[in-house]
């Protein structure tokens, strides 16, 4: 599930834990559909892992050549 909160994707995606986490990630690669093309981003934001889920806030971006 995604959404636009203020010019940033939040995001909620199952995961198999229970742990607690907070990071707060600047170039973690993520997997992005472009234009029909499956490829890699990196993200910038913040992530929190919950007992079955993992919840991001933030922008994905690429190095321009």
Same mark, same amino acid.
């Given at each position: 599930?995604? @959404? *636009?909160?203020? !010019?940033? #994707?939040? *995001?909620v =995606?199952p995961? @198999?834990?229970?742990g607690?986490?907070? =990071? %707060?990630?600047e %170039?973690?690669?993520?997997? +992005?559909?472009?234009?029909? $093309? /499956?490829?890699?981003?990196? @993200?910038?934001? /913040?992530v /929190?892992?919950?007992? #079955? @889920?993992?919840? +991001? /806030? !933030?922008?994905?971006?690429? $190095?321009? =050549?």
């Open positions: 599930m995604q @959404f *636009n909160i203020a !010019g940033m #994707f939040l *995001n =995606e995961r @198999f834990g229970i607690l986490d907070i =990071e %707060s990630v %170039s973690r690669p993520v997997w +992005t559909v472009k234009d029909g $093309e /499956l490829g890699t981003m990196a @993200f910038d934001g /913040l /929190l892992l919950i007992p #079955f @889920f993992i919840v +991001t /806030l !933030g922008n994905v971006w690429t $190095e321009a =050549e």
